[in-house]
């Protein structure tokens, strides 16, 4: 009998799901002993299922399997070595003790972990098909098999459509009405007129970025206390900082959760603001998490791939996106002085030129947009002389944060090294949320597109997009706009952005649970995370990472292997994750039903 009392209260959900494990690990007199019983647990109970000397659906067997791997991994002392961390003395602790320093977060892990060993994962049924019932389809042949399939499908497809209501894209005729109001608002606010409008030159140059443009802001949208104030400290320590007009017009007037996102983009959280103040003098170390410094061979080129290399001939962008990648080395927006010396641009295509394995260039930044035109026509002028240059890509969120960039001057300067068969022209941009959508953006979309230009998306998979179907909806939305998912980017481990971050199991159960759902031609995107100083490790597979602890915190480490595995010998990349019962409770402040990601634990 297991005297629950002899417990603490919060750990007695854990032992439930598994009381043999508990009784193995308080009868143990050391962590070795208590090892040695759990891994021949662990080995006894898998063949026991194989064998079948137990009765378990294909679909638990699939979880308990899953389940067993990270099990073994986290009681390996191979990985105690490597994550500086035994997550089995924790354990034995709390069996032996009643309980012991972990936080409640570590507890969920190991209950649901316990739960898939026994195959009571509670995965099925799904919330989705809350209300549907799946019919024994095996029951049932020929014709009227496939009329009670169809109508099953039809079924789950209006609950997608459920949660897909929720996330209008900004060109529903009645958010576009709304979006004429909020321009009229700016208009007044900022003293313009419907010519200034188009002209993206106004955008650039009334960019909201310091304290009399944050006056302004506010008479176009209202801002809650928290934003305001971490805005007015980012502007007084000179934290980079920056809206357009355009996409401030995008903001209901009132905070709202249709906008949430878009605000998320470009009000940066408190916490944000401090972190960066605390490393302002040491900020191009610290936060240059994809290690830059180590992968540039020359200024304005970052190289980490064999066959692609970037280009940064500027390092601003008309505004700021909080968590970006490069805010190590992006000054005051909008500031056309900001890009590298004429000198130092025709030794990188200098460079690019005596490289001849690289088919593949990313021009990026900052926004390489904020050039005008004639630098950009100079540049492209001068790439397109480098022979093995088969592609180069334009990455851009002007086509978000200021669409009337794409005018016919800039469309012509494309169109002029756009030689398909010798050397195309992509745009690479950065739409986060269906909301940031309007007409002049797929109007801009529109007339890349008929002159012959691919758009690819690259979405950051933050908190603020994160809800169920919320990706889905802007998969679709772009979709219609002529924009191809490209990337579904996990966030990256920085410091300063643990307001926005999500758990890996959240975009792997994205990918499998939602984006499956969808045609295959709209779910192009793959989910991956950008490896420091390597470069990108796609998640999906097995193969590619490995769930190898759980810290005291809850918080998984992850050991992620790069792309150059199997190729050659390279260490993998030990990530830290935020846990995901501190990622669900932000849920529900949101006003989530975090019933609907109840399957999030079984995701490694």
Partial sequence: MIDFDKMAKRWKKCWQAAPDVYLLLRESNSIDVSRQKILNYLNATEMAFRNDFYELSYAQFILFKNALVVLKNLFSKRYERIANNSPLEYLWKAACKGDSEVADDFIDEFEHLFRGIKGQTRVYPSHLMEGSVSPDFEKYKGREAAVRRSDFLDGLGKQVDRYL???????????????????????NAFGASEKDWKDYKWHFKNTVRDQKGLEKLKKAVKITDKEERAIQRAIEHEIP?????????????????????VRKQVFPSIDYVETMISHKNDRSITFDFMREHDTSPIDGITRRYAKVCILKPVDTCPQIC????????????????????????????????????????????????????????????????????????????????????????????????????????????????????????????????????????????????????????LR??????????????NMKGKSELSDYSVPVARILQERKEEARLLPGIFRTDEPVFNVPFLGK?????????????????????????PWEKNIREVDSYIYTDVSIRSYLEKLIERGEDIEDYRSIWYYY
């Avoid at 900052?366 to 100079?378: E, Q, R, S, V």
């Fill in 537 to 561: 490790n796609h998640m999906r597979a097995w193969q590619d990472h490995e769930l190898i602890s759980i810290l005291p915190g809850g918080q998984r480490v992850y050991a992620l292997h």
């Fill in 241 to 261: 900082f920056a809206v357009t007009p355009h996409y401030l017009h995008l903001m209901d007037q009132e905070p709202s959760n249709y906008d949430y996102t």
């Fill in 165 to 187: 209501r929720r996330y209008p894209n900004g060109l529903r005729p009645d958010i576009e009405k709304k979006r004429e109001e909020n321009k009229k608002r700016i208009l």
């Fill in 322 to 473: 909080v968590y970006c990648q490069r805010n190590w080395e992006i000054t005051s927006p909008c500031m056309e002085l900001h890009a590298i010396s004429r000198k130092n641009i025709d030794k990188a295509v200098k460079w690019l030129d005596n490289h001849n394995q690289i088919m593949d260039l990313l021009v990026t930044g900052g926004d390489p947009l904020i050039m005008n035109n004639h630098l950009i026509d100079d540049l492209l002028g001068k790439l397109a002389e480098i022979e093995h240059l088969r592609s180069i890509r334009i990455a851009s969120r002007s086509l978000v944060s200021v669409p009337q960039r794409f005018d016919e001057e800039l469309l012509d300067i494309f169109s002029k090294y756009h030689e398909p068969g010798r050397r195309t022209i992509y745009v690479v941009t950065h739409f986060e949320h269906p909301y940031e959508l309007c007409y002049e953006t797929a109007e801009a979309a529109n007339q890349l597109r008929k002159r012959g230009f691919m758009i690819y998306n690259q979405q950051v998979f933050t908190f603020a997009n994160s809800r169920r179907f919320e990706t889905v909806a």
């Fill in 476 to 489: 679709i939305a772009l979709k219609d706009i002529g924009v191809d998912p490209y990337y579904a980017f």
